[in-house]
């Protein structure tokens, strides 16, 4: 009985170990999903906000609703523009036929723990990407 004197102290020792382990590991990935969140709702409203860009001109005149591409990529840039974060890169674009566009956001995330497993000199990249179609009232 004595050869196993401090054995428990040893076991909860490992445990506290593993659970610190692996509640930094959650931690970090519970981040990762809310930086995603973030970047999928700053898409969908980029994507509505760049939809409104229609071609005013051709509208009028044949009654067809097309996506002027430059002004939906300037509203679009300027809404995520007008928000408080700071984004890798934005890319805003215009389908061929003009029917739709399609923003797409892309931010990095340095880890934490988990950057420890995984080579910290490449951080966690995040994409998000919406695409809208212009509605018109009549």
């Known amino acids: 009985m004595s050869s196993e004197r401090g054995s428990v102290t040893l076991w909860t020792l490992g445990l506290s170990i593993l659970l610190l ?3 930094g590991l959650m931690v970090d990935f519970w981040r990762a999903l809310a930086v995603q969140r973030e970047l999928a709702a700053m898409a969908d409203s980029a994507s509505i906000a760049a939809a409104s860009g229609i071609d005013e001109e ?4 044949t009654g067809e609703v097309l996506i002027d591409p430059a002004r939906a990529a300037r509203l679009g840039s ?4 007008s928000q408080d974060v700071v984004l890798s890169a934005v890319s805003v674009t215009t389908a061929a036929d003009q029917s739709s566009v399609t923003v797409q ?3 990095h995330l340095e880890l934490g723990l988990m950057g420890v497993f995984i080579d910290d000199e490449a951080p966690l990249v ?6 809208a179609l212009p509605v018109t009232v009549p």
């Open 126 to 131: 995040i994409r998000a990407e919406a695409t």
């Open 58 to 61: 051709h509208y009028r005149s």
């Open 105 to 107: 956001v892309t931010d």
């Open 21 to 23: 382990l692996f509640g």
């Open 78 to 81: 300027d809404y995520v523009g």
